[in-house]
């Protein structure tokens, strides 16, 4: 029994990366309509940021802070130069420029950092927790909270700050935005930039279990689709809720199911996609999308 | 009276099709006029390209300043509302938030308070539903949500493109009621567009008949209720 | 640019590309075959994707299952390779079609992830049926010599014979585009719902829309397995099949002779950006990925239509099916 809990708090923290990655994505999805395949190499690539300043001898928390505001900035900068001069373009179009941008960042990350993995440290003690008879890894469970974190201060953003109120408006409906003066580029720029900062997040909180390359996200980056796709796209909330489910699916599915070994971890996730998109496309919690004719 | 809009030789165009070929027109300060005509004059362009949403040449002044030229969001932060065709309310956001989205561009916290409780004055059915989402509302509870949100502002210039359309006449004639009761109480001035043309004559002080992007008539509400082809036209009799 | 300008340029064009064999060194000769093998499959997926606006992001999936029937074909049980070329056609478009019926309820975005899973999940199962596909080794091939003794080198012969199955299958796409059947086609990318109500049988264009498309890029496929002589489940990942979906957006969405020049830029531009740069060709290709959608968001075909007709003074967009 212990096992099966400690494999869910471990699901749940990898779960919780997933669902970052994934909310990032659906923030963006909901205010352009575009998936943004570059979400995980902006997340990794943040992520080599913060190696650089830890290295340089800066402590975890200031070098964390620090990134997050440079990965905002970097994904204000990257709606506004890269983004905007395609942003009434066909979806093809953007998906394109996306992918262009994917393909720059790994190779600029490579190329600074070269393909070696380095280790990333966690700011949680190495010891583990002990909750009464579970022993439970510290960095699982800070990572968990620092997901849960995040989404407490987004979710208060964006319920109750005029800010908050206009990003969402903007994204639902930027004609109207505009005649009561929302600045409507700008807002999808902010929702970029606290796109890349969520992405962030999620790229520092799995380094240390991962290890830190150019290919770190792709594989994450399935994860997040698949938690996505399980939550549904046009609700973040879900988008998050899938990530934990798909975390623990995977870390149970792992451990209790002997044949699927690491190759076939990836094809769960795949699975995942295909049954939700088959069975219920809108996820669990999305809104079929209603279209007036 | 001076004018509080101004209209002069404005043309517009979507890609290749010339819209509007040079019409001008005039909002009294404290003023209702209505644009009139049939589907497809240019009525709603009028409109879009006093509020910036479309590419126009020739002039157009609001309280003597050129405004066209300048983008909608600039606009709004003049004191022009607009309650577009369809309503264009934030269907997924409660009643409240789309009235808190009406004063975005605002700052004075006292006097957006005021104006909640005005606007909740006017239309109490709002106050009633001020936590439902707005998509829950009926088609005229949206159009007086619409309206509200665009008093919001504060606007000095309230532009109201075909508020009537699709709502049963009894609600019509209380939207229409309501933005008398603005006009007269709040000096708020008005310029409506509709294919309603007796509402809207009933209504307005001065009136534009619009054809096929002209202006082919111009003149009293009065006058042009009273006048024959209008009446056979656009009235019906 | 009238009819006989159009058809000269053609012939100019032809004449050129039926003597390049005789002048190009083996691998230059090679990377060309490669091209027009790219164009096959760009058409494929252009068919799905720009003309009836259904998003795969799995293409590369087809691809390998006609390398795969060609391969194992060959090495299993020693058919001649022409023989395969046809069943690979064929045996796509059933799996095509298969796809292409449940695929008909997923739209836009879903479509996408659908076939990017399929993507993802196809080179681990090549990899899993370890008896059939040869695992992560592969399957070796060797090269055929052409036929009828000709006097050509077997790279010479290959270029040819996929020269002329590229101008067949265009040729094909091209008269079924014009149609009937491609107006139904287009109709539906524009407007599904108003193409059901004019009595459009969406389900059954979109899944044979599907299937065509897969037969072409399985042809290609398998061409590209006699020509490499060599199959792996790696190469057939999902960059491949967002190479191709570059490639139809470089060459032109809805554009028949656009997909070769998406074709030439997928196969030349990641070799010229490792010229340029030793460190980061990547980051080459992708900025030259990006300029491109500033630039010419029609792709290369459609910037080229836009400077005929400005230079015939004609407004662009006049043409019928685009």
Not at chain 1, 58 to 86: D, H, M, N, S
Not at chain 1, 279 to 291: C, E, K
């Amino acid at each position: 029994m212990d096992t099966f809990f400690q494999q869910v708090i471990s699901g749940l923290a990898t779960g919780g990366i997933y669902g970052s990655l994934a909310l990032a994505l659906v923030m963006i999805y909901q205010a352009t309509d575009v998936v943004n395949y570059a979400q995980g190499e902006m997340a990794m690539f943040s992520t080599y940021l913060a190696w650089t300043m830890i290295n340089a001898g800066l402590p975890y928390w200031v070098a964390f802070f620090a990134t997050l505001v440079l990965a905002f900035v970097g994904g204000v900068v990257i709606e506004r130069v890269v983004i905007r001069p395609v942003e009434n373009a066909p979806v093809l179009t953007i998906v394109m420029v996306c992918i262009g941008l994917l393909v720059i960042l790994r190779s600029i990350a490579g190329w600074i950092y070269s393909y070696i993995q380095k280790p990333f440290p966690s700011p949680f003690p190495q010891k583990p927790l002990q909750l009464g008879a579970l022993i439970l890894g510290a960095h699982d469970v800070g990572a968990i909270g620092v997901t849960l974190v995040v989404l407490v201060f987004l979710y208060v953003f964006f319920r109750y700050t005029p800010l908050g109120l206009a990003m969402r408006a903007a994204a639902q409906n930027p004609v109207s935005s505009r005649l009561v003066g929302i600045r409507v580029g700008w807002m999808l720029a902010l929702g970029w930039g606290l796109a890349a900062l969520v992405g962030a997040v999620g790229g520092m909180m799995v380094a240390p279990i991962v290890f830190l390359d150019p290919n770190m996200m792709a594989g994450i980056l399935i994860y997040a689709f698949a938690s996505a796709t399980l939550g549904g796209f046009n609700s973040p909330g879900g988008a998050v809720v899938g990530g934990f489910i798909v975390g623990v699916v995977e870390n149970l599915v792992g451990t209790y199911v002997k044949f699927i070994g690491t190759e076939l971890k990836l094809t769960v996730a795949l699975a995942m996609i295909l049954i939700v998109l088959v069975v219920r496309p809108s996820g669990l919690f999305g809104r079929v999308a209603v279209h007036r004719v | 009276m001076p004018a509080v809009l101004e209209a002069d030789g404005v043309e517009a165009s979507y890609g290749w099709i010339r819209v509007l070929h040079g019409v001008g027109f005039a909002v009294e300060d404290h003023g209702i006029t209505t644009i009139l005509g049939a589907n497809g004059a240019g009525k709603t362009t009028t409109l879009r390209a006093v509020c910036g949403m479309v590419k126009t040449s020739g002039t157009i002044r609001f309280a003597g300043q050129r405004i066209d030229g300048k983008s909608p969001e600039d606009i709004v932060r003049l004191g022009i509302a607009h309650v577009p065709e369809g309503r264009g309310t934030f269907v997924n956001l409660t009643v409240e938030e789309n009235l808190k989205l009406g004063a975005y561009t605002r700052r004075d916290r006292a006097q957006i308070a005021q104006d909640f409780d005005r606007v909740y004055g006017y239309f109490p059915v709002l106050g009633q539903r001020r936590t439902q989402v707005a998509a829950t509302l009926s088609g005229g509870e949206q159009q007086m949500l619409a309206v509200a949100r665009a008093l919001m502002l504060r606007p000095k210039l309230l532009l109201l493109d075909e508020p009537s359309l699709g709502l049963a006449p009894m609600v019509v004639r209380e939207i229409f009621r309501i933005v008398r009761a603005i006009n007269q109480e709040q000096g708020v001035s008005v310029l409506l567009v509709e294919q309603n043309a007796s509402t809207a004559l009933e209504l307005a002080d001065h009136a534009y008949l619009l054809e096929t992007g002209r202006v082919v008539m111009s003149g009293p509400a009065e006058t042009l209720r009273k006048d024959e082809g209008i009446r056979r036209s656009y009235l019906g009799y | 640019m009238g009819k006989g300008g159009r058809a000269l340029a053609l012939t100019v064009v032809l004449a050129g590309a039926l003597t390049l064999p005789f002048v190009l060194s083996n691998f230059r000769l090679f990377q060309f075959t490669l091209v027009f093998i790219y164009s096959m499959a760009l058409l494929g997926l252009n068919i799905l994707t720009g003309y009836n606006g259904q998003i795969s992001l799995g293409h590369s999936t087809f691809y390998a299952i006609g390398a795969y029937t060609t391969a194992i074909m060959i090495d299993k049980w020693t058919v001649p390779y022409g023989w395969t070329i046809p069943v690979a056609a064929i045996l796509c478009l059933v799996i095509g079609v298969l796809f292409g019926i449940p695929a008909v309820r997923l739209e836009g975005l879903y479509l996408a992830l659908a076939t990017l899973a399929l993507g993802l999940a196809l080179p681990q199962i090549l990899k899993y049926f370890e008896h059939w596909t040869g695992g992560s080794q592969g399957i070796v091939l060797s090269k055929p010599d052409a036929p009828f003794g000709l006097p050509l080198t077997p790279d010479q012969w290959l270029y040819f014979l996929s020269l002329g199955l590229l101008l067949l299958s265009m040729a094909l796409a091209s008269n079924l585009l014009r149609g009937r059947t491609g107006r139904a086609i287009v109709a539906i990318r524009d407007n599904a719902i108003a193409a059901e109500v004019m009595g459009i049988n969406t389900t059954l264009y979109k899944s044979l829309t599907f299937g065509v498309s897969a037969a072409y890029t399985g042809v290609a496929g398998a061409l590209s397995a006699i020509t490499i002589a060599f199959v792996a489940p790696d190469a057939f990942d999902v960059f491949l099949s967002i190479t191709f979906l570059v490639g139809i957006v470089v060459g032109g969405l809805a554009s028949v002779p656009g997909v070769i020049f998406g074709a030439l830029f997928i196969q030349f531009v990641p070799n010229y950006a490792q010229d340029i740069s030793k460190a980061a060709p990547w980051a080459i290709y992708g900025t030259v990925l990006i300029l491109m959608m500033y630039v010419m968001p029609r792709g290369v075909w459609g910037g080229l239509r836009l400077v005929f007709a400005r230079l015939a003074r004609r407004p662009a967009g006049t043409r019928t099916v685009s």
